[in-house]
């Protein structure tokens, strides 16, 4: 798609387009070529000489059975935020869409959590779930179960993807209810006639219709939990215990600071970036069908 | 439809509003810790109702801070993020504005080259290049300050995109009319472009004000100095591993007050934010 | 004296799309030219070039004499209307008026002044703070005119300007563009897909056909004298009917055909048009060299003050509409006669589509 009436201007486009392409060219492009070069050098002991050792940091990368355990953190973490908010966030969405009066109401209700920093969410279910002081660790410790997020890595997880899951409901539940409020009422009301009883008008009928929502949702989800939860995760956890809640973004930063190096630290880097490119990828295959570059 | 009207009927609301109550509780109670005395927290026996230190401990998160961890007043700290999310969500609007009029409303040599770098950093998140850009950073010396926490945030490929696809929608014809009527490129871009953007605009600058404020990572790298702080920096540093020194009543005070602005902006820009939600993740 | 002259004018796109092949129009000043014909034979794209909107890829477009193929569209002296009106969504009806004034630097009280002149004209003065968008389609035109009157241009361009209106307001709009014109006395070219309302508003009537001139002229010649096939079908609702027919010794011949003595048919054949007004419905022998028709009537579409009759010539040849006046009373299936005089039939080349003889 091209525009079919233009300006004429030999230098300005070029004016125009400058700060945009220095800021990239400065602090996506070089740091990112620097990942990339770095994943193939290993820094001596005081950073002063550098030694080009083509595949070893991602040997030794992928022979860490450390790395293994976050690759898998990361895919328990992803899949359980992305089941439950999606799930939670469709039966809030078609409930709400029921009421055509109250759904703008419950729409407000709802949707304010996107607004809250991932870090402050963190914090508002760590005090929630602190063992000795949090109301609803509490509860738990009353009913005779030992909870303890800072010492039992399922406990932590479990916090964590609470955090994640509460603050990402509303963003699911926004595009669901455009979703279902997108559908034609004529399709639902001839599906009522040709006698489908609500639950099988939904899954028959409004699901399906439904699932290139459902699809965009589940990509963008994923792209949420590996990138944006790392405030939540700093915050409620700083990783642990034990490397517990450690994501494969967390694992570059906390590696990167902690342990200084820094070879190691850009081999990750660079395998999250292929990671991003397919993510990227695929949500692009979607995105072409409704507008096109 | 006609649907009788039995029990089942309210079970729709029901669910909504156990699922606002969900929702709501953990602002709720950080909202209630916020108002009581450390001791009463710290034994655990704080009552679900506000209690009676508000205005005692407000005053002492926004003027004074934690006694014992950061001891940086939070009002500066706001102060902090209200700069890094104005900076970032204006820069961001204005460069990307630009680019895809030039991009859109011009032909040139490498026209679709300079499309494509800006595309690709879609795929080069700030959690991936960490290192590499905070040393960037450092080396142009902008460590602690606010030119160093926001310009590296304001290129934004989805931004452009969104012009861009603005831009497309917008007649041919009133190019030509304004042609015809005497205007140049910029003239066109300020008399007719920019005010049919106000919308667009507005529904970016909801989203990117939020997106700003919220920043975690980025400033946690660049700030050394207790005065560059944001406050959703503010309150990770408030929180210590050990329990005891924790100041609850202020991190919570905290929290809400960094939950504030943002949450103010969505519900009251309501129609705004979601047309920029939408829009941006097209 | 404002004459718009197009010499030789070409366009070639990218890909060697040859939009226009070399057109020579001149409209003398004051005059109201429209160019007509179907969709993609380049009236647009032509309109554009003038307007300086499309360059020119060879010959010469002059305005008042001078050559202006290499001026910006605001160096031309022109105003144009648009299809979708093109007003400035975001400006007032005074603001959308007055903008290419301020962009001249014309003094303020003069814009004032210019502004409320043409919305007295055009009868828009109590709208002239509201925006586009509060307006009808009738009142958005009238602001686009407006737009065009107050730079008081050299030359008026209309590109189907009324093409988004409803019909009535379509008739309406088409009088009162006339009689602006008429009263302001500024050329125009105006361009339009419909036959009707370029044979109405036109002092020259250019039709086009795929990035040529069919024909130019006054539009009752174009109608008594089409130069093709293609401007005698295209020029008159329903279109004339245009039945091939054989050279014979007595004139032409196809099945259900009559008469015709003395029509110079080439011996290869020709094509024979009638408009369907022209033709009449008879039981009395044909004058000299009038011509019959006979079909049996397959369908009849009365209109109150006209009836159109169909059916297919010899009762299996080339269907045949013929236009006659009040309610005739055919039944389908009944057989007819109809016929037309001599100064009433054309003949065109049966391979080119040219008209043959005067």
Not at chain 1, 38 to 65: C, K, M, R
Not at chain 2, 22 to 40: E, G, L, M, N
Not at chain 3, 286 to 309: D, I, K, N, Q, R
């Given at each position: 798609m091209e525009k079919r009436v233009v300006f004429d201007g030999k230098l300005l486009p070029y004016a125009l387009l400058l700060p945009q392409l220095i800021i990239t060219l400065v602090f996506f492009y070089w740091p990112a070529a620097q990942a990339v070069r770095q994943s193939f050098l290993i820094e001596d002991a005081f950073g002063t000489s550098s030694q080009f050792v083509w595949f070893e940091n991602y040997a030794h990368l992928f022979t860490n059975p450390d790395y293994y355990r976050s690759m898998l953190t990361t895919a328990v973490f992803s899949i359980l935020v992305t089941v439950f908010s999606l799930s939670l966030s469709l039966l809030l969405a078609v409930q709400a869409d029921k009421q055509i009066k109250a759904a703008g109401a419950y729409k407000t209700f709802l949707m304010w959590p996107y607004a809250v920093a991932p870090a402050v969410a963190g914090v508002l279910w760590l005090f929630m779930f602190q063992p000795s002081l949090g109301l609803v660790s509490q509860a738990i410790r009353s009913l005779g179960f030992d909870w303890n997020p800072t010492l039992n890595g399922n406990h932590a997880l479990s916090l964590v993807v609470m955090a994640a899951?509460?603050?990402?409901?509303?963003?699911?539940?926004?595009?669901?209810?455009?979703?279902?409020?997108?559908?034609?009422?004529?399709?639902?009301?001839?599906?009522?006639?040709?006698?489908?009883?609500?639950?099988?008008?939904?899954?028959?009928?409004?699901?399906?219709?439904?699932?290139?929502?459902?699809?965009?949702?589940?990509?963008?989800?994923?792209?949420?939990?590996?990138?944006?939860?790392?405030?939540i995760i700093d915050s409620v956890t700083g990783g642990g215990p034990a490397q517990a809640t450690t994501t494969l973004v967390y694992k570059v930063f906390s590696d990167g600071r902690l342990g200084g190096d820094l070879g190691g630290s850009a081999a990750q880097s660079v395998v999250l970036m292929i990671l991003v490119i397919g993510m990227t990828a695929i949500q692009f295959r979607y995105i072409e069908r409704k507008v096109q570059y | 439809?006609?649907?009788?009207?039995?029990?089942?009927?309210?079970?729709?609301?029901?669910?909504?509003?156990?699922?606002?109550?969900?929702?709501?509780?953990?602002?709720?109670?950080?909202?209630?810790?916020?108002?009581?005395?450390?001791?009463?927290?710290?034994?655990?026996?704080?009552?679900?109702?506000?209690?009676?230190?508000?205005?005692?401990?407000?005053?002492?998160?926004?003027?004074?801070?934690?006694?014992?961890?950061?001891?940086?007043?939070?009002?500066?700290?706001?102060?902090?993020?209200?700069?890094?999310?104005?900076?970032?969500?204006?820069?961001?609007?204005?460069?990307?504005?630009?680019?895809?009029?030039?991009?859109?409303?011009?032909?040139?040599?490498?026209?679709m080259t300079a499309f494509w770098v800006i595309f690709v950093t879609l795929m080069l998140?700030?959690?991936?290049?960490?290192?590499?850009?905070?040393?960037?950073?450092?080396?142009?010396?902008?460590?602690?300050?606010?030119?160093?926490?926001?310009?590296?945030?304001?290129?934004?490929a989805t931004a452009t995109l969104l012009f861009r696809q603005f831009f497309m929608t917008v007649p041919d014809e009133l190019v030509e009319a304004s042609?015809?009527?005497?205007?140049?490129?910029?003239?066109?871009?300020?008399?007719?472009?920019?005010?049919?953007?106000?919308?667009?605009?507005?529904?970016?600058?909801?989203?990117?004000?939020?997106?700003?404020?919220?920043?975690?990572?980025?400033?946690?790298?660049?700030?050394?100095?207790?005065?560059?702080q944001t406050i959703v920096i503010g309150i990770k540093k408030m929180i210590v591993t050990q329990d005891a020194l924790t100041e609850w009543q202020i991190a919570m005070a905290t929290a809400v007050l960094a939950m504030l602005p943002p949450v103010l902006v969505v519900i009251l820009m309501q129609r705004l934010f979601v047309k920029g939600l939408v829009e941006t993740e097209k | 004296m404002s004459e718009v002259v197009l010499d030789q004018v070409r366009k070639v796109y990218a890909g060697n799309v040859e939009a226009v092949r070399g057109v020579d129009i001149t409209v003398p000043s004051g005059a109201f030219c429209v160019l007509v014909g179907p969709s993609g034979c380049g009236k647009s794209t032509l309109l554009r070039m003038i307007a300086g909107l499309e360059t020119i890829t060879s010959g010469d477009c002059r305005i008042a004499g001078g050559r202006v193929n290499e001026l910006e569209p605001a160096e031309r002296d022109i105003a144009m209307v648009f299809q979708n009106y093109a007003l400035y969504p975001h400006m007032s009806v005074y603001d959308n008026m007055a903008y290419g004034l301020r962009n001249r630097r014309t003094p303020k009280d003069e814009i004032d002044a210019r502004v409320k002149e043409a919305a007295r004209i055009l009868e828009i003065t109590p709208f002239l703070e509201r925006k586009p968008r509060q307006l009808s389609g009738g009142q958005r035109q009238r602001v686009a005119m407006g737009r065009a009157i107050v730079r008081k241009p050299k030359v008026f361009l209309f590109d189907e300007p009324l093409s988004n209106l409803d019909a009535?307001?379509?008739?309406?709009?088409?009088?009162?563009?006339?009689?602006?014109?008429?009263?302001?006395?500024?050329?125009?070219?105006?361009?339009?897909?419909?036959?009707?309302?370029?044979?109405?508003?036109?002092?020259?009537?250019?039709?086009?056909?795929?990035?040529?001139?069919?024909?130019?002229?006054?539009?009752?010649?174009?109608?008594?004298?089409?130069?093709?096939?293609?401007?005698?079908?295209?020029?008159?609702?329903?279109?004339?009917?245009?039945?091939?027919?054989?050279?014979?010794?007595?004139?032409?011949?196809?099945?259900?055909?009559?008469?015709?003595?003395?029509?110079?048919?080439?011996?290869?054949?020709?094509?024979?048009?009638?408009?369907?007004?022209?033709?009449?419905?008879?039981?009395?022998?044909?004058?000299?060299?009038?011509?019959?028709?006979?079909?049996?009537?397959?369908?009849v579409e009365a209109v109150g003050a006209e009836t159109f009759v169909y059916g297919p010539l010899g009762g299996s040849g080339q269907d045949i509409i013929a236009r006659l006046p009040g309610k005739a009373l055919l039944e389908p299936g009944t057989p007819v006669s109809v016929a037309a005089t001599r100064d009433h039939l054309h003949l065109f080349d049966k391979d080119s589509g040219k008209r043959i003889g005067a």
């Amino acid at each position: 798609m091209e525009k079919r009436v233009v300006f004429d201007g030999k230098l300005l486009p070029y004016a125009l387009l400058l700060p945009q392409l220095i800021i990239t060219l400065v602090f996506f492009y070089w740091p990112a070529a620097q990942a990339v070069r770095q994943s193939f050098l290993i820094e001596d002991a005081f950073g002063t000489s550098s030694q080009f050792v083509w595949f070893e940091n991602y040997a030794h990368l992928f022979t860490n059975p450390d790395y293994y355990r976050s690759m898998l953190t990361t895919a328990v973490f992803s899949i359980l935020v992305t089941v439950f908010s999606l799930s939670l966030s469709l039966l809030l969405a078609v409930q709400a869409d029921k009421q055509i009066k109250a759904a703008g109401a419950y729409k407000t209700f709802l949707m304010w959590p996107y607004a809250v920093a991932p870090a402050v969410a963190g914090v508002l279910w760590l005090f929630m779930f602190q063992p000795s002081l949090g109301l609803v660790s509490q509860a738990i410790r009353s009913l005779g179960f030992d909870w303890n997020p800072t010492l039992n890595g399922n406990h932590a997880l479990s916090l964590v993807v609470m955090a994640a899951t509460w603050k990402q409901i509303s963003y699911n539940f926004l595009f669901f209810l455009a979703g279902l409020q997108s559908i034609p009422k004529s399709v639902i009301e001839a599906a009522a006639i040709d006698g489908a009883r609500p639950a099988r008008r939904f899954w028959t009928i409004i699901f399906p219709l439904l699932s290139p929502t459902t699809f965009f949702l589940l990509v963008v989800n994923i792209v949420y939990v590996f990138f944006d939860t790392f405030g939540i995760i700093d915050s409620v956890t700083g990783g642990g215990p034990a490397q517990a809640t450690t994501t494969l973004v967390y694992k570059v930063f906390s590696d990167g600071r902690l342990g200084g190096d820094l070879g190691g630290s850009a081999a990750q880097s660079v395998v999250l970036m292929i990671l991003v490119i397919g993510m990227t990828a695929i949500q692009f295959r979607y995105i072409e069908r409704k507008v096109q570059y | 439809m006609v649907e009788r009207k039995t029990i089942f009927s309210y079970l729709p609301h029901l669910i909504l509003l156990i699922g606002i109550a969900v929702v709501a509780f953990p602002v709720y109670v950080a909202f209630v810790a916020s108002t009581w005395d450390p001791a009463t927290i710290s034994n655990g026996q704080m009552p679900l109702r506000p209690g009676p230190h508000f205005l005692e401990n407000y005053y002492q998160t926004i003027f004074v801070g934690t006694s014992r961890t950061t001891r940086e007043p939070v009002g500066g700290m706001m102060f902090n993020s209200l700069v890094m999310a104005l900076t970032i969500a204006i820069g961001k609007i204005a460069i990307s504005i630009i680019s895809a009029f030039a991009i859109v409303y011009f032909r040139f040599p490498f026209r679709m080259t300079a499309f494509w770098v800006i595309f690709v950093t879609l795929m080069l998140p700030v959690e991936v290049r960490i290192y590499p850009t905070y040393k960037i950073v450092s080396d142009l010396g902008l460590l602690d300050s606010y030119a160093g926490l926001t310009i590296p945030l304001i290129a934004s490929a989805t931004a452009t995109l969104l012009f861009r696809q603005f831009f497309m929608t917008v007649p041919d014809e009133l190019v030509e009319a304004s042609k015809i009527d005497g205007a140049g490129p910029m003239q066109f871009f300020r008399d007719t472009l920019l005010p049919l953007s106000i919308t667009s605009i507005a529904a970016l600058f909801v989203i990117q004000f939020i997106y700003g404020w919220n920043q975690y990572l980025w400033p946690l790298l660049i700030t050394t100095r207790d005065s560059m702080q944001t406050i959703v920096i503010g309150i990770k540093k408030m929180i210590v591993t050990q329990d005891a020194l924790t100041e609850w009543q202020i991190a919570m005070a905290t929290a809400v007050l960094a939950m504030l602005p943002p949450v103010l902006v969505v519900i009251l820009m309501q129609r705004l934010f979601v047309k920029g939600l939408v829009e941006t993740e097209k | 004296m404002s004459e718009v002259v197009l010499d030789q004018v070409r366009k070639v796109y990218a890909g060697n799309v040859e939009a226009v092949r070399g057109v020579d129009i001149t409209v003398p000043s004051g005059a109201f030219c429209v160019l007509v014909g179907p969709s993609g034979c380049g009236k647009s794209t032509l309109l554009r070039m003038i307007a300086g909107l499309e360059t020119i890829t060879s010959g010469d477009c002059r305005i008042a004499g001078g050559r202006v193929n290499e001026l910006e569209p605001a160096e031309r002296d022109i105003a144009m209307v648009f299809q979708n009106y093109a007003l400035y969504p975001h400006m007032s009806v005074y603001d959308n008026m007055a903008y290419g004034l301020r962009n001249r630097r014309t003094p303020k009280d003069e814009i004032d002044a210019r502004v409320k002149e043409a919305a007295r004209i055009l009868e828009i003065t109590p709208f002239l703070e509201r925006k586009p968008r509060q307006l009808s389609g009738g009142q958005r035109q009238r602001v686009a005119m407006g737009r065009a009157i107050v730079r008081k241009p050299k030359v008026f361009l209309f590109d189907e300007p009324l093409s988004n209106l409803d019909a009535k307001l379509r008739i309406q709009m088409r009088v009162e563009i006339k009689k602006l014109q008429r009263a302001l006395g500024v050329t125009s070219v105006y361009v339009t897909h419909d036959q009707l309302e370029a044979m109405t508003l036109a002092d020259t009537l250019v039709v086009m056909n795929k990035g040529l001139v069919e024909q130019a002229g006054a539009p009752l010649d174009l109608y008594e004298k089409p130069a093709s096939t293609f401007v005698a079908s295209f020029i008159g609702a329903p279109p004339m009917n245009l039945i091939p027919v054989e050279a014979a010794e007595a004139g032409p011949k196809v099945t259900g055909l009559t008469g015709g003595k003395g029509l110079p048919v080439p011996a290869g054949g020709a094509i024979l048009g009638i408009r369907p007004e022209h033709l009449v419905v008879t039981t009395d022998a044909l004058p000299e060299g009038a011509v019959g028709l006979s079909f049996p009537v397959t369908a009849v579409e009365a209109v109150g003050a006209e009836t159109f009759v169909y059916g297919p010539l010899g009762g299996s040849g080339q269907d045949i509409i013929a236009r006659l006046p009040g309610k005739a009373l055919l039944e389908p299936g009944t057989p007819v006669s109809v016929a037309a005089t001599r100064d009433h039939l054309h003949l065109f080349d049966k391979d080119s589509g040219k008209r043959i003889g005067a």
